[in-house]
């Protein structure tokens, strides 16, 4: 079983930081800490704030796509790359991000990952065509990979001790499906009133506040020990990453068997291939294989890769069905997804007190057999399907096991983690987190599309075989997660239960 964890006091990202009054300050014994150094709160709430909006980013034009497609007259090519582009550069960079954050120090990279995300957010703002749009989206991913590890480490440096760390891990670990589910659920109901340049200047807004506010809120860097770039580690991973992702990326448009598709995934294999050979004879790899040796964390970063990916799934598929087959609006589309961000937001704030009382693996557990029942649930739409009592049930399940099986597996993915590699396992955690969504989108689309092709050769309407194949790819996908679930508890059972 795995470590205890103390509660997580409720609240959000304001009130997270005062359980039982105030959390210590950093580097301090009591609650007022020494002069000068930023509390604990504030601290906490802008690395949580930015961590959110990242994530944010990536959904952020999901519901407004069609309509963004329709003002610049753009095909599904296009419309593919631009909803791409900011996730292909931020999965790539990751773990060089995470190298120069364990080199340069987590606040000084934060803040230079915040000035580029906040010039690429201007340029997305103001962009006058798709292609501006989409090398803004490309650039904005670039700053959020210096961002993401550098938030991490800072936040191990904000609570140096396993009870506090513990204590945010479980809270960290639910924002980042927090603010995809805020992307989908705001991103329809502003474009319907206002545009939807709006919702891309968010991220502008946050970056730049944050930016100013970091000095002094944040801790300064501490050094421990000046760690090689590993230059040829980090091309071939960020082009091996970046390669592998477009091409399960296009699979949406191209066939798996053409070279569009092929071209660039046996080109990212070739070269993740070649990184891990490169690692294996470096005397100080970006990426010691060592730190994906252990089997709890193995796990961990597999539950995240899948709970983002079954949420980018629900999203997706369920915003076609509601739009595509049952002719929702855009506004109504988004509303539909209200019950799920509520439900979202309430297991967060239990899901520490969960790991406390039972540990992070079983929460884990869990998590993904409520994920995988939520998903199950869904796997019983057609055509007709009422809100209520045929849609509803699942968006309340998933998004229940989602938040648990995110917190508790943070806390095992970033466990017993040495300081000097904070960096290091913000990237790791992060690119399961983005890489996730990737494969199994391409996976499950395939899936539905072979499904939905199969039904409509057998003479079913376009309606029946369209939600046929959804069907099936909710199926897949909730089995997918019951299977991890029983992978996740049997892998407890090697690991006795340690106090914080």
């Not at 421990?224 to 980090?234: Q, S």
């Not at 045929?390 to 968006?395: E, I, S």
């Not at 466990?415 to 969504?437: F, H, K, W």
């Not at 939600?467 to 690991?495: D, E, K, M, P, S």
Request: hydrophobic letters at 50%; proline letters at 6%.
């Amino acid at each position: 079983m795995a470590t205890a964890v103390p509660d997580v006091p409720p609240g959000g990202l304001g009130a997270v930081a005062r359980s039982r009054g105030r959390w210590p300050r950093p580097g301090s014994d009591g609650p007022d800490g020494g002069p000068g150094k930023p509390a604990v709160g504030p601290a906490f709430a802008l690395l949580g704030t930015v961590q959110t909006t990242l994530i944010f980013t990536v959904t952020v034009i999901s519901v407004p796509l069609p309509v963004i497609g329709r003002e610049w007259r753009l095909d599904q090519s296009s419309l593919v790359l631009l909803s791409a582009a900011y996730g292909l550069s931020f999965s790539g960079l990751l773990l060089f991000g995470g190298r120069l954050t364990d080199r340069y120090g987590g606040r000084r990279m934060f803040t230079a990952g915040l000035v580029v995300f906040a010039a690429a957010s201007m340029a997305a703002t103001l962009a006058p065509g798709s292609a501006a749009l989409t090398a803004a989206r490309f650039a904005q991913g670039v700053g959020a990979a210096l961002v993401a590890p550098a938030a991490v480490a800072v936040l191990r440096r904000v609570f140096p001790d396993p009870v506090s760390s513990g204590r945010a891990m479980a809270t960290w670990g639910g924002l980042s499906v927090l603010g995809a589910t805020l992307g989908s659920l705001l991103s329809g109901i502003v474009a319907t009133w206002l545009s939807w340049r709006w919702m891309v200047a968010v991220p502008l807004a946050v970056a730049t506040v944050a930016a100013v506010v970091t000095p002094r809120t944040l801790p300064a860097d501490t050094t421990y020990g000046r760690a090689t770039l590993d230059l040829p580690g980090a091309l071939l991973a960020t082009t091996g990453i970046t390669l592998l992702s477009f091409g399960l990326v296009v699979t949406g448009d191209h066939g798996w068997t053409s070279a569009m598709v092929l071209v660039p995934l046996a080109s990212g294999l070739a070269l993740l291939g070649g990184f891990v050979a490169v690692e294996l004879s470096s005397a100080d790899p970006l990426l010691p294989m060592s730190f994906l040796a252990d089997l709890r964390r193995a796990t961990a970063l597999l539950v995240i890769a899948l709970s983002a990916a079954g949420t980018a799934l629900v999203f997706l598929l369920l915003v076609l069905y509601l739009q595509q087959v049952r002719n929702w609006t855009p506004l109504r589309t988004s509303l539909a997804f209200l019950p799920y961000a509520v439900v979202l937001v309430v297991a967060g704030r239990l899901s520490g007190r969960l790991i406390a009382r039972w540990g992070a693996q079983r929460v884990t557990s869990a998590g993904l057999a409520l994920a995988a029942g939520g998903l199950l649930l869904l796997a019983g739409v057609h055509p007709h399907t009422g809100y209520g009592l045929g849609l509803l049930p699942g968006l309340a399940l998933l998004p229940a096991g989602v938040a648990l099986s995110f917190s508790a597996g943070s806390v095992l993915a970033l466990s017993d983690v040495r300081p000097r590699q904070a960096g290091l396992a913000g990237g790791v955690l992060n690119t399961a987190m983005e890489v996730g969504p990737t494969a199994g989108l391409a996976l499950l689309t395939a899936l539905a599309t072979a499904r939905s092709t199969h039904l409509e050769t057998g003479g079913a309407g376009l309606p029946d075989a369209t939600t046929g194949g959804y069907a099936w790819a909710f199926a897949a996908a909730g089995c997918a997660f019951a299977a991890l679930a029983a992978v996740t508890a049997l892998t407890g059972r090697t690991h006795p239960r340690r106090s914080g």
